[in-house]
């Protein structure tokens, strides 16, 4: 029998708590996402996230830890080899990714690909660097609108980005030529995690602004996920933000896209609200890691911090007594380190239903794959093969 009717996961996407012991592998020896946000922004009010014990779990230097956490809070560490979205939301969902995925950040894309795309899109490619999404538009917009070019980018995650102004080049042929980019990079050695489609708007410099039809073109999970084990059993699986593109809709009966972070949280609000499911609502909130981890903005990194704990305040008191909220991130991006990378981080998870009636400290997870694996048991589906974790649901009382 189901302890839980519904479970809600929510990504903070980025927000790691300290480095990995082996963060020095990956360059990202000190990195401290949310640690480095509390000691750099001037205030820090984040009443619900300090309730559920993310001071607890985490020292802060502008948020004490309070005498009874509303839940439990544990540590999180990555098998999986990576610091990127896919890698962590896989692993949540039980695949163990040994390889990681390719990336084209010093060199940018080869010739081999790029001739090959020329000639597929019949526009000549330009770019072809790791750089952040606003600059190159600033940099190459007005070349790609008035001479028919196109914009191809990467940054230091595994993406091949292509940009395209929704009013001289249309959404439906920005996506072709992405799908087209997907095909290609499906070789081995071009073979990208993402291809990432990235509408503007604007006709000169100053005036270009980024849309929320942003679509991902992601590789297919590596093979069945918790996710792919609840569809089957007929239990709900309900996505919010770029998850069902994470996953490419595998495992997925119900996709939402969002604009922005906080309008994720509105419609997480919206589906507690609702009465007629049963499953996992399994949330991505992007603008951590999109509009101010890479960008190196640990001010607005913490005002959207805070942002989303006002919407968590009007989430917390609609969850029912057999509901699970769950808080975690898939990598971390602190904004005060080096460079525009993710960084190699564990990650918080914090856990609350209103039925509990103990709280506290956890012991910390050697893999993210607890959260599937803890789903799965509550659901009582079997974890498809080849997949990692073990429930720690007995331990949620």
């Given at each position: 029998?189901?302890?839980y009717?519904?479970?809600f996961?929510?990504?903070?996407?980025?927000?790691?708590?300290g480095?990995?012991p082996?963060?020095d592998?990956?360059g990202?020896a000190?990195?401290?996402t949310?640690?480095h946000i509390?000691e750099?922004?001037a205030?820090?009010?984040?009443?619900s996230?300090?309730?559920?014990?993310?001071?607890?779990?985490?020292a802060l230097k502008?948020?004490?830890?309070?005498?009874?956490p509303?839940g439990?809070y544990?540590?999180?560490?990555?098998?999986?080899?990576?610091k990127?979205?896919?890698?962590?939301?896989?692993e949540?969902m039980?695949i163990?990714?040994?390889k990681?995925?390719?990336?084209?950040?010093?060199?940018g894309?080869?010739?081999?690909?790029?001739?090959e795309?020329?000639?597929r899109?019949?526009?000549?490619i330009?770019?072809?660097?790791?750089a952040?999404?606003?600059?190159?538009?600033?940099?190459l917009?007005?070349?790609?609108?008035?001479e028919?070019?196109?914009?191809?980018y990467?940054?230091?995650?595994s993406?091949?980005?292509i940009?395209?102004?929704?009013?001289?080049?249309?959404?439906?042929?920005?996506?072709?030529?992405?799908?087209i980019a997907r095909e290609?990079?499906?070789?081995d050695e071009?073979?990208?995690?993402?291809?990432?489609?990235?509408?503007y708007t604007?006709?000169?410099k100053?005036?270009?602004?980024?849309t929320?039809?942003?679509?991902d073109?992601?590789?297919?999970?590596?093979g069945?996920?918790?996710?792919?084990?609840?569809?089957?059993?007929?239990?709900d699986?309900?996505s919010?933000?770029?998850?069902?593109?994470?996953?490419?809709?595998e495992?997925?009966?119900?996709?939402?896209?969002?604009?922005s972070s906080v309008?994720?949280?509105e419609?997480?609000i919206?589906?507690a609200?609702?009465?007629?499911?049963?499953?996992?609502?399994?949330?991505?909130?992007?603008?951590?890691?999109?509009l101010w981890g890479?960008r190196?903005?640990?001010?607005?990194?913490?005002?959207?911090?805070?942002?989303?704990?006002?919407?968590?305040t009007?989430?917390?008191?609609?969850?029912?007594?057999?509901d699970?909220?769950?808080?975690?991130?898939?990598?971390g991006n602190d904004?005060?380190?080096?460079?525009?990378?993710?960084?190699r981080?564990?990650?918080?998870?914090?856990?609350?239903?209103?039925?509990?009636q103990?709280?506290?400290a956890?012991?910390?997870e050697?893999?993210?794959a607890?959260i599937?694996?803890?789903?799965?048991?509550?659901?009582?589906?079997?974890?498809?093969?080849?997949?990692?974790?073990?429930?720690?649901?007995?331990?949620?009382?």
């Amino acid at each position: 029998m189901k302890k839980y009717n519904r479970v809600f996961v929510v990504v903070m996407d980025s927000l790691g708590i300290g480095a990995m012991p082996d963060a020095d592998k990956f360059g990202d020896a000190g990195t401290d996402t949310l640690g480095h946000i509390s000691e750099t922004v001037a205030h820090f009010n984040i009443p619900s996230l300090q309730r559920l014990g993310l001071a607890n779990l985490k020292a802060l230097k502008q948020v004490e830890p309070v005498e009874k956490p509303l839940g439990y809070y544990a540590v999180l560490r990555e098998k999986s080899n990576g610091k990127d979205t896919m890698t962590g939301h896989w692993e949540m969902m039980g695949i163990h990714t040994t390889k990681p995925f390719i990336t084209f950040t010093e060199t940018g894309f080869p010739k081999e690909l790029t001739d090959e795309l020329e000639k597929r899109t019949g526009r000549q490619i330009i770019g072809n660097k790791a750089a952040s999404g606003t600059e190159i538009l600033e940099e190459l917009a007005e070349q790609e609108i008035n001479e028919g070019k196109l914009i191809v980018y990467t940054s230091a995650d595994s993406v091949l980005q292509i940009c395209g102004n929704e009013e001289t080049m249309g959404l439906e042929t920005l996506y072709h030529y992405c799908e087209i980019a997907r095909e290609l990079t499906m070789k081995d050695e071009w073979r990208v995690g993402r291809v990432i489609a990235r509408p503007y708007t604007g006709k000169q410099k100053g005036s270009f602004k980024r849309t929320s039809n942003r679509h991902d073109y992601a590789l297919k999970p590596t093979g069945p996920t918790v996710l792919n084990a609840l569809k089957d059993a007929g239990i709900d699986v309900i996505s919010v933000g770029k998850i069902n593109d994470i996953f490419v809709g595998e495992g997925i009966t119900e996709a939402l896209h969002s604009d922005s972070s906080v309008h994720g949280m509105e419609q997480t609000i919206d589906i507690a609200k609702r009465e007629d499911w049963s499953g996992l609502c399994f949330v991505n909130l992007v603008d951590f890691d999109a509009l101010w981890g890479h960008r190196r903005d640990p001010i607005g990194y913490g005002a959207e911090i805070e942002r989303f704990d006002e919407k968590l305040t009007v989430l917390l008191p609609l969850l029912k007594q057999d509901d699970l909220l769950i808080i975690t991130a898939d990598h971390g991006n602190d904004p005060t380190y080096t460079g525009t990378d993710h960084t190699r981080e564990k990650v918080p998870f914090l856990a609350y239903s209103p039925s509990m009636q103990g709280a506290g400290a956890l012991p910390e997870e050697d893999t993210f794959a607890v959260i599937g694996a803890t789903i799965a048991d509550n659901f009582g589906v079997s974890m498809p093969a080849d997949t990692i974790g073990a429930s720690i649901l007995e331990k949620l009382v």
